[in-house]
């Protein structure tokens, strides 16, 4: 894996299938990194910022039931999440030698500590 240098943002299939890889090889480099998906930061990560996975999996059902009482899925309209999310994880930020603002910290919808 070739990690680029100065922060980055990880998302993706591939990225998500390894997360503790990512996370190491994120943490060996020194990079502040933001994630889309919050499990990133409670298993290490600096910060996530992007929709809750569980809202989008709900979609996928509501969507799904729709299609089985016959609606064609050509006819669903596109639905684009409108509730994101911060997490901040500050164990990760002193690991880097970063100090959080205190406007992101009370921005954040969640802080672990």
């Known amino acids: 894996m070739r990690m680029p240098t100065g922060s980055s943002s990880a998302t993706g299939r591939s990225s998500r299938s390894d997360t503790t890889g990512l996370l190491n ?3 060996r480099h020194r990079l502040p990194t933001i994630y889309a998906w919050r499990e990133y930061v409670a ?5 996530s910022y992007g929709s809750r996975i569980t809202d989008a ?54 802080v672990i500590e």
């Open 57 to 110: 999996w709900h979609q996928v059902g509501v969507y799904f039931g729709r299609i089985l009482r016959g609606e064609k899925p050509a006819d669903l309209p596109i639905v684009q999440p409108t509730k994101f999310e911060m997490i901040i994880n500050l164990q990760a930020a002193k690991a880097l030698g970063l100090t959080v603002p205190n406007n992101l910290l009370v921005t954040g919808d969640e």
């Open 25 to 27: 090889s994120a943490s």
């Open 43 to 47: 298993a290490g990560g600096l910060i």
